[in-house]
């Protein structure tokens, strides 16, 4: 079950609400834990109990950590739950890679490849599995109590807003609230308005470029022109993040309904100036998630200047391998780790001399070469589809050609992304409430209430015209399965 579904909208979700409220704070997080694990076994059946095998082995991990405190037995639990986590991982996420480079490796000297049936990837395990761990690690270090209710460190690794494609909400952040959390008016209000954006954004926008994206990358590469690949990335570079952000958005929002409150995971990361900027922008729970829990325990820049960049590369590697289990997504991790040596070398500081307009075609081009082998489905298909990118294409344009996979709807949808990947409604609602605040008696009524008409009617309006392409059939890609 996906949110921008008609079954999340109009079944599980007002049900599940209809219910929350009522049924009084002592029964909430039992009943938000059920809907939770209802919500994910939905779509994955009987691989909910890898959750729930998750959640116990946990919990138990962190008792024990906590029982013997900083000492070496502490250690010795803390080295048994990242092993548990991190191959529950590997099993799921990378049997069949690791088994089928085995293969590749070894084939001159093997009698016979190794061969077993594909192994399920369950849905938003990456994400589940890091936030595991960061409950067992933050106990540890002793950054957030130990959590004595298994209701509710069930209800911290499983809670459906974020549950299948994030924000990775650390447990420290959320420890207080998971025990005590109250819900007003005006905090329901603002995430039923965030939910809305958010779905606006996937339905919308993503979904409608990505039918583009689609259809050009499954062109063969000696018909791919130079000005389809580029059409095809940007499709795809825009459908990426109002996919991602959007999802994102819907979780926070969801969160808000419910009392929660999760960090920001999106802040305009297309305005980067540099690759190191939009990595503080860009997916910003998992990024922070690497640096605390992985470059600063390594060493971060402490530890001279080769180590640093050591670290960083294999964050990045890390990072690349986390998103997918095929070579691509490694590549796409190490040149993002390249492009953030390269910049601490010195490419940052030459960056800063020049007009900024050539910083932000800098990042850009960057992001959406390294987001071709993130895309493609193969090494040799992205190769292909990078060389067409920057002159080399095989294709005459004359049996594939731009007007076949982009229509005046596309156009639209694109120029209309262009526009919102930059900060435009929180400048517009900055404007007006500036305005709002300058202007008293009949006049500050009146402009108040357009404003909030106003804005209601923009989100009915986001959220009819999404119900419309949903309920049309219109195309809902699910991007997040392979993460």
């Known amino acids: 079950m996906v949110f921008s579904s008609i079954i999340f909208l109009f079944l599980f979700l007002p049900v599940t609400l209809l219910v929350y409220f009522p049924i009084g704070k002592r029964f909430r997080n039992l009943f938000l834990l059920a809907a939770s694990l209802f919500f994910y076994a939905w779509g994955e059946t009987f691989y909910v109990l890898i959750m729930l095998a998750s959640i116990c082995a946990n919990y138990i991990f962190g008792l024990m950590i906590a029982r013997y405190g900083n000492g070496t037995k ?13 191959g529950l991982l590997i099993v799921f996420k990378y049997t069949n890679f690791l088994i089928d480079n ?19 990837l369950p849905i938003g395990i990456s994400f589940f599995t890091f936030q595991a761990m960061t409950y067992v690690v933050d106990v540890y270090r002793k950054e957030a109590p130990v959590q004595k209710n298994p209701v509710n460190i069930g209800l911290y690794i499983s809670l459906f807003p974020q549950l299948i494609a994030g924000p990775i909400v650390r447990y420290n952040t959320v ?11 005006k905090d329901f209000a603002e995430g039923i308005e965030r939910f809305i954006f958010g779905l606006g954004k996937k339905v919308l926008i993503a979904n409608s470029v990505a039918v583009a994206a689609d259809k050009i990358f499954a062109i063969p590469s000696e018909h791919l022109t130079f000005s389809l690949a580029w059409m095809g990335i940007l499709c795809y570079t825009l459908q990426i993040y109002f996919d991602f952000s959007g999802y994102s958005d819907m979780a926070i929002g969801l969160g808000r309904m419910f009392g929660f409150t999760f960090p920001e995971n999106f802040n305009y990361p297309y305005l980067s100036k540099s690759i190191r900027e939009f990595w503080k922008r860009w997916h910003i729970s998992l990024s ?10 390594l060493g971060g820049n402490k530890l001279g200047t080769v180590r640093t960049y050591a670290n960083l590369v294999t964050v990045f590697f890390l990072c690349g391998l986390w998103h997918g289990a095929s070579w691509n997504f490694v590549i796409w991790g190490l040149l993002h780790g390249l492009f953030l040596v390269l910049e601490r070398i010195g490419l940052e500081k030459l960056l800063d001399r020049i007009w900024s307009p050539i910083q ?29 990118m920057f002159g080399f294409a095989r294709g005459d344009g004359i049996i594939h050609h731009t007007g076949l996979y982009l229509d005046n709807e596309i156009w639209l949808t694109m120029i209309a992304g262009i526009i919102f990947s930059a900060p435009i409604f929180p400048f517009i609602k900055k404007t007006w409430s500036t305005i709002t605040k300058n202007q008293t008696g009949i006049s500050g009524n009146l402009t108040e209430g357009i404003s909030a008409i106003s804005g209601i009617s923009s989100l009915i309006l986001i959220f009819l015209a999404s119900i419309m392409s949903l309920a049309a059939g219109a195309y809902n890609p699910f991007i997040y399965f392979r993460f």
């Open 175 to 185: 420890a207080g609230q998971i025990i005590s959390r109250s819900i007003n008016l």
């Open 102 to 120: 085995f293969n590749q490796i070894f084939a001159s000297v093997l009698a016979a490849p190794i061969q077993i049936d594909p192994v399920h």
């Open 288 to 297: 922070t998630w690497f640096r605390d829990y992985l470059y600063i325990p």
């Open 74 to 86: 502490a250690k010795l639990f803390l080295g048994f739950a990242v092993t548990a986590n991190l």
């Open 360 to 388: 932000y075609l800098y990042t850009l081009l960057v992001v959406m070469t390294c987001w071709v082998f993130f895309r493609a489905e193969t090494l040799p298909d992205a190769l292909s589809f990078i060389a067409a």
